[in-house]
């Protein structure tokens, strides 16, 4: 089964690839807001949050809400397994 790890990169590349965005993989530690998505990014001058799991695993309660918090920031969120779940919830915003 592939890593998280491989996901988070492969995803990290798809949209670092389209033009007018820039995605980071946030890191936790001390600095960092426990729970909080995996992918930051900025698509066309929108935010973009993902959490990435790999195919079968569940984001726990605080990341959905943190997730949530996101959203009502304003921001894109997705849970995402791979590029193409990546791609459909850009796909559904019209992007």
Do not use: F, H
């Amino acid at each position: 089964m592939t890593s998280e790890r491989a996901i988070v990169k492969a995803i990290l590349a798809y949209l670092n690839s389209l033009p007018c965005c820039l995605a980071r993989k946030r890191w936790g530690g001390g600095m960092g807001v426990a729970g909080d998505p995996d992918i930051d990014a900025c698509l066309r001058g929108r935010s973009v949050q993902l959490e990435v799991k790999r195919p079968g695993e569940k984001p726990t309660l605080l990341q959905l809400k943190r997730l949530e918090e996101w959203r009502q920031a304003g921001a894109l969120v997705g849970v995402v397994v791979s590029v193409d779940d990546a791609k459909s919830l850009l796909a559904k915003e019209g992007w």
